[in-house]
């Protein structure tokens, strides 16, 4: 017996083991279409609705379709159904399960789904849920998966889903235990969850504050003239990007520098360092040279803060735009004052494009921004304080990271324990 099937061994002794289709109906939906004229609107459950929520109900907003009394008729949702991801471009995005709670006669499955409805004799539908949750037992789907940039589950293998089948008394005892256990680890999960939130924000104003305002309460302030700076301490300067920095353009003659990325998120960072897949080019040489502290921005998400300074020597997409800081900035106060979303805000005013989704920020809209310019010794002791306090808030990030994923980590192996049968359930007894 493999590995993933040794759960089977493990069972109580007045537990089965039985393929799924031999205590539920399913069906793969077909159903995807704009509202039309020619059949009956209905709503939608789409793949986000189940990605998204552990259970389905009608206080949701669905997407609007169209569905032949046939396809109503075999795909409505019914309370204690449960539908589950098909397909998808990620391998471990398929086979995640969703609870049906609520009902109507316009509610239909979506395309991208199945939907699973147990045998009310057999199997209790909050139990089901709960096996699809396991990765124990859903790590069959997502190894049946077949594709290449886009994984489906085949009909078949979810009829073969081996699933463990208690009395039907201890199902829905199990499945009611694990509502209330679950429930009292996701508020510990939102609680810090909303914690992380307040400190991405502190992150933010304590560098929005230094950059804009300097690190002297005390000093007195005057109008900048500028919308987006307001008032800024007295002895500072304003100045137009063009007398600060100048355009890069020299091109790589061979490729083989450090390929730097750059990202709303992360700033700009060696590709080598990213942990996603990502296009890669047959030759990247005539791709731009970018040196450390210069400033790099991706020509086409500049509206959404995609810019910052390099750290190592490499080269960026022909598409971007490198610029060299003149003496009067230092790089890493360059770095921290274009992260800060009201910049990105600014930046968008000099970009040229239809759609906002499609703008881009060329060097001559660039070169119209305006900077605050504090002395040098200043930009060196923002740059200080920035690092050390989000240093702090950083350290505290991880942390409480760490802990998200440890109680992530207890829900997933309660889920599998109660479902195979490895917790006693005093309810059940």
Not at 22 to 51: F, G, M, Q, W
Not at 96 to 117: K, N, S, W
Not at 168 to 187: C, G, H, S
Request: proline share 6%; net charge negative; glycine share 6%.
């Amino acid at each position: 017996m493999s590995g993933i099937d040794a759960w089977h061994r493990e069972i109580p002794p007045d537990w089965t083991v039985r393929p799924l289709r031999s205590v539920a109906d399913y069906a793969v939906s077909n159903v995807d279409k704009i509202l039309t004229d020619e059949e009956l609107p209905v709503r939608l459950c789409n793949y986000t609705d189940v990605y998204n929520n552990e259970k389905i109900h009608l206080g949701m907003e669905f997407m609007a379709g169209t569905a032949t009394k046939a396809e109503i008729s075999k795909f409505r949702l019914l309370a204690d159904d449960v539908v589950i991801t098909k397909d998808s471009e990620a391998w471990d995005d398929i086979g995640i399960p969703a609870l049906v709670t609520e009902t109507a006669d316009d509610f239909v499955c979506g395309y991208h789904l199945a939907m699973i409805r147990p045998n009310p004799e057999k199997l209790d539908g909050a139990f089901l849920f709960r096996c699809l949750q396991s990765k124990t037992l859903r790590i069959q789907l997502e190894l049946s998966a077949n594709g290449i940039t886009r994984f489906g589950i085949p009909k078949n293998a979810i009829g073969s889903l081996a699933l463990p089948v208690p009395p039907k008394p201890i199902q829905q005892a199990i499945a009611r235990m694990l509502d209330r256990e679950t429930a009292e680890i996701d508020v510990l999960i939102a609680g810090k969850q909303k914690l992380l939130d307040l400190m991405v924000e502190k992150r933010r104003a304590i560098i929005a504050e230094a950059v804009m305002r300097g690190l002297d309460l005390s000093a007195p302030l005057r109008p900048s003239g500028i919308n987006w700076l307001g008032d800024i301490p007295k002895h500072w300067e304003i100045e137009r990007s063009r007398w600060l920095f100048s355009e890069r353009d020299q091109r790589s003659q061979t490729g083989e520098e450090e390929m730097l990325t750059v990202s709303h998120l992360t700033g700009v960072t060696p590709r080598s360092e990213k942990d996603v897949n990502m296009f890669e080019a047959e030759s990247t040489a005539g791709y731009k040279l970018c040196f450390a502290g210069d400033l790099a921005i991706n020509t086409l998400w500049a509206w959404m803060g995609a810019m910052g300074t390099a750290r190592v020597d490499g080269i960026v997409s022909p598409a971007y735009n490198v610029y060299t800081p003149g003496p009067r900035l230092l790089p890493e106060y360059v770095d921290a004052l274009v992260r800060i979303p009201v910049f990105a805000q600014e930046v968008t005013r000099y970009s040229k494009g239809v759609w906002s989704s499609r703008l881009r920020l060329y060097p001559e809209g660039f070169f119209e921004t305006w900077w605050p310019v504090p002395p040098l010794d200043e930009q060196q002791q923002i740059v200080e304080h920035i690092g050390t306090e989000t240093t702090k808030i950083d350290r505290l990030r991880t942390a409480t990271e760490n802990s998200i994923a440890l109680l992530k980590e207890r829900r997933a192996a309660l889920i599998a324990a109660a479902v195979t049968g490895q917790l006693e359930i005093p309810e059940a007894a």
